[in-house]
Nanobody, 127 residues
């Protein structure tokens, strides 16, 4: 059974940084692209970032480009999201996601392509 467990969320001031972690089990981790989505109350689910199976390519939403960095450590079956210069607009539950099928290195922001989802971790940014 595939499990994705997020950690690292919290309450921070605008301009501060957080590092989210996602520990994966039950899948061949180095064969799947991984990513992050987020959702705030009253808002639609939003793509944040994704990274290829080998960590060589990454793709970001325009709203976080230049501030967030996604990375992975296949030896640890983990994916990370370094969030810098956080803004109140970043407040959301952040979900770790795993690609359902191998894309051969291609990256997508379509949530239907990610078959595995974690339970989420809350990030709250105050001004």
């Amino acid at each position: 059974q595939v499990q994705l467990v997020e950690s690292g969320g919290g309450l921070v001031q605008a301009g501060d940084s957080l590092r989210l972690s996602c520990a994966a089990s039950g899948l061949t981790f180095d064969q799947h692209a991984m990513g992050w989505f987020r959702q705030s109350p009253g808002k639609a689910r939003e793509f944040v970032a994704t990274i290829s199976y080998n960590g060589r390519s990454a793709y970001y939403a325009d709203s976080v480009k230049g501030r967030f960095t996604i990375s992975r450590d296949n030896a640890k079956n983990s994916v990370y999201l370094q969030m810098n210069n956080l803004k109140p607009e970043d407040t959301a539950v952040y979900y770790c996601v795993g690609e359902g099928y191998s894309s051969g290195g291609a990256l997508y922001d379509d949530p239907s392509l990610y078959g595995y989802w974690g339970q989420g971790t809350q990030v709250t940014v105050f001004s």
